[in-house]
Every structure is written in C-alpha cells, then in structure tokens.
C-alpha cells in the first residue's frame, strides 16, 4: 500500500481484521516478518525517517498521556525530541488550534472530559508537524457530538496546514466524511481500495455486505 | 396502570450528597421498547442499575418504581432477588465484565436458569441451546465450554440475549449493549434485539448514545442530560421534529455525517 503527501487514507475493517496491526507497523513500534515500510524512501526503523514524518494519537484517551504530566508537560514532550520551540505563546497557538486554550496548561488528563483529553492528545501529535498523522480509532470513545467537533477539528487542520491523516476505524461513515481514499481490510489482507467518491461503486461482495450494514 | 411505573426517582452519591438524578418519571408498557438516550454523565445508566437497584454501595436513591403495580423500592434484597432475572434482565455493555472470567460461560448460564426456575439440567441446556442457535450461535455446546475472554464481544452480547430468551423476563433492561462493538457486530446484535422483540412479549428498557439504532429499535424515546429528562415522547417526534433544543442538538449533531454518507451512497444507503 501508500500512502501520499497530503493524502487522507482510510483503513476500514471490522474488530480483528488487522487494521491496528497495520497502524503499528506504520508507526514502526511494530517489525514485520517480512517486507518493508519506508517513509520518503526511509525505512522507519531510522530515527530520522519518523521525526517530523508521522505522529498518532489512539483510541484510550485515558492511557496516552501520562497521569502525573499536566497539558503543558505533555505537549512538551514530543517538542523536546524535535527541538522544537517550548515556550508558553507555540503551547497556546497548539491548544488554540484544538478548539482549546491555555487555561488548560496546568490541568491534569484526569480533569478533563474524553473530548478534552482527546485535544490534547490531537494538539501534541500536530507539535512534530508531522506529514501525517495515523489515529487509532481516535474519535471511537467519545460522544457522539464530540465526535463530530473532533472530526470537523481534524478537516480544519487539513484546509488549514494541508495535514495528511492515516485515519484507521470501523465506523465507515466517519471515514468517509473525513478521508480522500478508504482502503478496505479484512483478515489482514487489503480487500480493496477505492476512491471516497466511488464508495457506492465497491467491487468486491465483502465490501457491499459491509456498506450494508451501516447503521445511518 | 402500566407495567413499569418510575415516579420521582432520586438518585444520589451518598459520600458526597452530590445528586445525580433529581426527580425522574417515567412509564413503559406491556412489549414496548423505550430507549435512554444521553451523552456521557447524563444518568442513563445510573437509572437503569436503580430499577434493578444495582447501583454501588455509596449510590442512594428515593422514588416509586413499580412492576406490575408492586413497588421493588419496598422490598428487602431477599424479596428483590427473584425479580432479577426473571422478572428484569439486565443486559450490559460490557460482556467481558458480565460473566465471572473464572468460570465457563456455560456454568454462569446454567445457574441463572436454576435460580429463576424449576427446569432440570437436560431441560436448561436444550432450551439454552435452542435459544442460542436462533441468534446466530451456530455451536451452543461449544460456546457453553469456553470461557468469557475467549468469545468476541458480540458473541457474549448474543449469549446475554439468548438467556434473556430462555428466562423471558416481563422486563430487559439493555444498557449500551452495543457501544463497545465494531460496526457490522453492532449490526447484527440490533437486528437480534428487533428480532427478540417479536419473538417473545418482553418490554425493554433500551440505552444508548447512539441515535441511528435508537432509531432502528425503540418506539418512545426518553432524552437525559446531566441527570434531567429533558424530553420524551415517540420515536418520531423525537426525531422529527422535538422541541428541546438539547435533543435537536444531539439529533442534528451527527446530520453533517449522515448526510455526507448518503450523499455518497446515493439511494442505497440501508435506513
């Protein structure tokens, strides 16, 4: 599979399928048996190949940022690794893009809501201004308004910064709101892929009987 | 008079005097499915575990909730105890943490039936077994052998549901039963429940936050937010055209994805 610059990639699939299996050896915290993933020509294994390239944010909120960090601590964390500035004004601009602001740089992730913590986790992966960022069932845990808000945040940061995403999930209808391409898994093995545009003209029967089950 | 009667249900954190749900009021009657609906926080669950007076230790509540016109509220633990199960069934979000992990999910199965029943074992198992093939459990002696963290989440969803066949309670009481599964379980768990619906008289109780199976299961609708029903009325109205702007936010909240989507799949989206 690719992936390209700018791109908007779904990776739909059912629980099991493999799609998060697929996300961690994209991320490169997990080596495959075989074959490669490369990242602009690098293998992801090198250092340098993931700084600046791919950031993720997954589905528990709860265990993505450390208990004993504030919102402040957290986002830092990532910008020490790429040298990125760390002063209070790059921290508030970070929040602000999220929806939030920085009356919540000295809050622990056990005070805020899952959409809040969800922010954060969002606004610390955008810190690496990555090319691409992979999310995990990112918006799956949260209410369903909140969802929305976070999905609409995700688009901005596409008009806005030209954010490329690996946007990987079972809800069907969140993917296509979001993504350019949806690539189709199932038993670990790419089904299909197709064009958002072209989604009702699916080939295979396992993807139809997928569609159909969509609950609108 | 109807065939669950909540009147005034008051439920509070009994450490903090914090009030969680203030004054709830409600009806559901004979074979009807009534949904809860809310965001997280709202009370949906806190008043479903109140019916059942299964919330935890700390949690106190006041109020009349009444079955067939006899009010549990009244009753001491020993008394309430045939009415779990056979008389409400609880159905939960979560299958993994529903059954005891140490035991076969049979032996849970068997003993729940033995508590609300006078079947011998050969009965039990065969009308289990029964129950388990009409909601797609094509192995019933095998799912009965193995333990809960051995079955997916939507076969532990459809064991539940093959119990609550077996027991027929006058009551189900489903709480998010479909939340922590991917999209085509979710599916194929709703159509069991619209399935369960015409096969045997049960009433349920039906919680949820997400409205595109309310939609697809409940007939009267009720919309919580920070403990408060805030509205309730048919399926339709609520999502035609309800009146609270809370429950116009929660309907339209979604619209941008729905609409999106259908756009996509033209007239072939199945509603």
């Known amino acids: 599979m690719e992936w390209n610059k700018g791109e908007s990639l779904g990776i739909i699939g059912e629980s099991g399928s493999g799609k998060s299996t697929l996300g961690r050896l994209l991320l490169g915290i997990e080596k495959p048996d075989e074959g490669r993933v490369t990242w602009g020509g690098r293998p992801i294994t090198d250092r340098r190949a993931r700084r600046g390239t791919i950031s993720a944010v997954f589905q528990d909120y709860t265990s993505s940022i450390h208990p004993f960090y504030t919102v402040r601590q957290a986002l830092l964390e990532p910008l020490k690794l790429v040298g990125g500035p760390g002063d209070a004004r790059k921290l508030a601009e970070l929040l602000r893009q999220v929806g939030l602001d920085e009356s919540y740089l000295d809050k622990f992730p056990h005070e805020l809501s899952g959409g809040e913590a969800q922010r954060v986790c969002i606004a610390r992966a955008v810190s690496s201004n990555p090319q691409c960022m992979l999310l995990d069932e990112a918006i799956s845990s949260l209410d369903g308004s909140v969802q929305m808000q976070v999905l609409e945040l995700l688009k901005g940061l596409k008009e806005t910064y030209g954010m490329g995403y690996i946007f990987i999930t079972h809800d069907i209808m969140a993917a296509a709101y979001l993504c350019d391409r949806i690539m189709i898994v199932r038993n670990g093995e790419i089904e299909e892929t197709v064009e958002t545009s072209q989604l009702r003209h699916v080939k295979t029967d396992y993807a139809k009987a997928l569609l159909r089950k969509v609950i609108v | ?271």
């Open chain 2, 1 to 271: 008079m109807s065939l669950l009667e909540v009147e005034h249900l008051r439920i509070w954190d009994g450490g903090s005097g914090a009030v969680l749900v203030p004054d709830s009021s409600f009806r559901l009657s004979q074979g009807e499915c009534l949904a809860i609906v809310g965001e997280s926080g709202s009370g949906k669950s806190l008043t479903c575990k109140a019916l059942m007076r299964l919330n935890r230790p700390g949690i106190r509540q006041t109020g009349r909730v009444a079955l067939n016109g006899v009010d549990l509220t009244g009753l001491s633990d020993k008394e309430m105890r045939p009415y779990r199960g056979k008389r409400m069934c609880m159905i939960m979000q979560n299958g993994m943490r529903a059954f005891d992990p140490s035991r076969p999910v049979g032996a849970y199965l068997l003993e729940a039936l033995s508590l609300h029943g006078d079947w011998s074992r050969s009965e039990m198992v065969a009308g289990l077994s029964a129950a388990m093939m009409s909601v797609g459990l094509s192995d019933p002696s095998a799912v009965m052998g193995r333990y809960p963290h051995e079955l997916s989440g939507g076969m532990l969803q459809r064991t539940m549901i093959a119990l609550a066949i077996v027991l027929e309670p006058d009551v189900i009481i489903a709480d998010e039963p479909t939340t922590a599964l991917d999209a085509v379980t979710q599916y194929e768990v709703v159509e069991q429940f619209v399935a369960l619906r015409g096969r045997i008289g049960s009433a349920i109780v039906f919680v949820s936050h997400d409205l595109g199976v309310v939609r697809r299961i409940a007939d009267e609708v009720l919309v919580m937010k920070d403990g408060v029903i805030v509205e309730q009325g048919g399926t339709d109205a609520i999502f035609g055209g309800a009146s609270h702007p809370y429950t116009r936010y929660l309907v339209s909240s979604k619209e941008a994805l729905r609409s999106r989507y259908l756009q996509l799949m033209g007239g072939d989206a199945h509603c």
